[in-house]
């Protein structure tokens, strides 16, 4: 379960930010195989990309689902951008904001630093991607 394994990465022992947990989490979750240099990519979405700005967990996710679900390129259909609208919808309505500062005003402390945020991304994430996986076989 992707839940699961969000709490596992995120962690102190792995030391990842939010964007990088979704994604290694779901590289494990779902058998991705993902490289080293996939993972190095997510390295700069943390903390709202620098800036306090998107969240990590949102911009970790779509990321997900474009490695999912795109077959070349995002071009080729609206798919991907469907279930990425999705996503963000969904996550912003249950957390009220995509903003990295202010989620940080709502749900984060030293203790647990965002795990509650983390662990919605994942619930979100996972409901699209088994729902997609299964309309796909």
Do not use: P, W
């Amino acid at each position: 379960m992707l839940l699961n394994k969000v709490r596992k990465f995120y962690d102190g022992e792995y030391d990842l930010n939010c964007a990088e947990t979704i994604l290694y989490a779901a590289n494990e979750e779902y058998e991705l195989n993902l490289t080293k240099e996939t993972f190095k990519t997510m390295a700069a979405f943390g903390g709202g990309m620098a800036i306090e700005d998107t969240c990590g967990v949102a911009t970790g996710a779509i990321c997900v689902l474009g490695i999912m679900f795109t077959k070349e390129r995002a071009h080729e259909s609206e798919y991907v951008k469907g279930l990425t609208r999705e996503f963000m919808d969904k996550f912003k309505n249950k957390c009220s904001t995509l903003n990295c500062a202010a989620l940080k005003q709502l749900y984060r402390n030293d203790e647990i630093r965002c795990i509650k945020l983390v662990e919605v991304g994942a619930e979100i994430l996972d409901k699209i991607i088994t729902r997609e996986i299964k309309a796909l076989n």
